[in-house]
């Protein structure tokens, strides 16, 4: 059975940190292209990061880039999203995703509220 489990989310005060973690199991984890997706309310789910199973090439949005860090541990089969800066429009739910070929898998998803 395939699954993503994510975590790490939370309530942060703007300027924070959080490091949210994303493991799998049921596949082959360091053949995938790991990404981060978020969507906030009434909007589009949009990407936010990935990374490449070797972890050699790497991508941000630029709404994102300098604060926020993704990164991948294949022993671990976990995939990280180191945040800073946290900005309140940074609020919404966090979802990995693995990807391979034909072959994708969502997690469930980690909400990040970034508020006072």
């Known amino acids: 059975q395939v699954r993503l489990v994510e975590s790490g989310g939370g309530l942060v005060q703007p300027g924070g940190s959080l490091r949210l973690s994303c493991t799998g199991s049921g596949f082959i984890f360091s053949t995938y292209a790991m990404s981060w997706y978020r969507q906030a309310p009434g909007k589009e789910r949009e990407l936010v990061a990935d990374i490449s199973s070797s972890g050699s090439s790497i991508a941000y949005v630029d709404s994102v880039k300098g604060r926020f860090t993704i990164s991948r541990d294949n022993a671990k089969n976990t995939v990280y999203l180191q945040m800073n800066s946290l900005k309140p429009e940074d609020t919404a739910m966090y979802y990995c995703?693995?990807?391979?070929?034909?072959?994708?898998?969502w997690g469930q998803g980690t909400q990040v509220t970034v508020s006072s």
């Open positions: 995703k693995g990807k391979r070929l034909l072959a994708s898998y």
